[in-house]
C-alpha cells in the first residue's frame, strides 16, 4: 500500500513535471524575443550613430539584450573576434546553430533574424539599418504572438500535465 | 464485486472532464474530444469485464450452457 502511494506520487510528479516544463517555454519566448528586440536595437545606435567595428557593437548589443539571446549575441561577437574571415552574419549564424536546443526560439522566429545575416557588417550604413529596423519590427509582431500563445497554453499545460497524472494513476490503481 | 472500481470510474470521468474544459477553454477543442474519447474507451474497458462477469453469472444461473 505504501509503495502503491509513493509510486502514485512519483507519477504524479513526473506528468505535472514535464506540463510545467512545456508551460514554461510559452513563457520563456517573449521574454527571448524582446531580449533579440532589445540586443537589436541597440545594435542599430552602433551601427547607424557609432560605426563601431562590429565584434565591439555585437558585445555592447548582448549586454542590452538579457541572458539568453544577450549569450547568442556575446557567442557571436567572440566567434567574430578570434576567428579568421567570417562575416558578423556568419558568427551569428553559427552562435544561433550551437544554442538551438536551449532556446524557445520557433523556426519562424529564426528566419526573421536569418534574414539579417548576409546583410550584417556587410552592405552600407542605410541598408544595415534598414534591415535591423525591419528585423525589429518583426520580432515584435512575432512577440505579440508568443505572448497571445501564452496566455492562451501556459496555464493549459500546466493542468494538463497534473491531471493526465492524476487519471494515469486512477486507471493503473 | 468491489465498490472500489466505481469510486475508479468515477474519478476517471471527474478528471476528464475537467481536462475536457481546460482544454476546451484553450481553444485546442479538437484535442478535448480525443480525451474525452479515451476516457470513455477506458472506463468501457473496466465496464466490459464486469459485463463479461455478469452474463457468465447468467448463464450459470439459468443453466444455459
Redesign the interface.
Known amino acids: 500500500m505504501t509503495l502503491k502511494l509513493i509510486g502514485a506520487a512519483l507519477t504524479v510528479l513526473a506528468t505535472a513535471w514535464i506540463g510545467f516544463q512545456v508551460a514554461a517555454r510559452y513563457g520563456r519566448r517573449p521574454a527571448e524575443l524582446r531580449g533579440f528586440q532589445n540586443g537589436l536595437s541597440v545594435l542599430v545606435t552602433e551601427v547607424e550613430y557609432g560605426a563601431t567595428p562590429m565584434p565591439d557593437a555585437l558585445r555592447s548589443a548582448a549586454r542590452a539584450a538579457g541572458p539568453v539571446a544577450g549569450a547568442i549575441l556575446a557567442d557571436a561577437a567572440r566567434r567574430l573576434a578570434e576567428g579568421a574571415g567570417i562575416t558578423p552574419g556568419e558568427a551569428v549564424s553559427a552562435a544561433l546553430e550551437e544554442r538551438r536546443g536551449s532556446t524557445c526560439l520557433t523556426p519562424a522566429d529564426e528566419e526573421i533574424l536569418a534574414a539579417l545575416f548576409p546583410v550584417l557588417g556587410a552592405s552600407d550604413r542605410q541598408d544595415q539599418v534598414r534591415h535591423l529596423r525591419l528585423a525589429i519590427d518583426r520580432l515584435a509582431a512575432a512577440e505579440a504572438e508568443a505572448a497571445d500563445e501564452r496566455r492562451r497554453y501556459e496555464r493549459m499545460y500546466r493542468y494538463v500535465g497534473v491531471l493526465s497524472g492524476l487519471a494515469l494513476v486512477l486507471i493503473l490503481i | 464485486m468491489d465498490v472500489q472500481l466505481l469510486f ?1 470510474i468515477a ?2 470521468g471527474i ?2 472532464a ?2 475536457a474544459t ?2 476546451k ?4 477543442d479538437e484535442q478535448g474530444q480525443m480525451v474525452t474519447l479515451v ?1 470513455v474507451l ?1 472506463v468501457l474497458m473496466m465496464v466490459v469485464t464486469l459485463l463479461g462477469k455478469f452474463f457468465n453469472l447468467v448463464k450459470a444461473t439459468f443453466g444455459m450452457y
Open positions: 475508479r474519478g476517471v478528471i476528464v475537467v481536462m481546460v482544454l477553454q484553450a481553444g485546442k476516457g477506458v
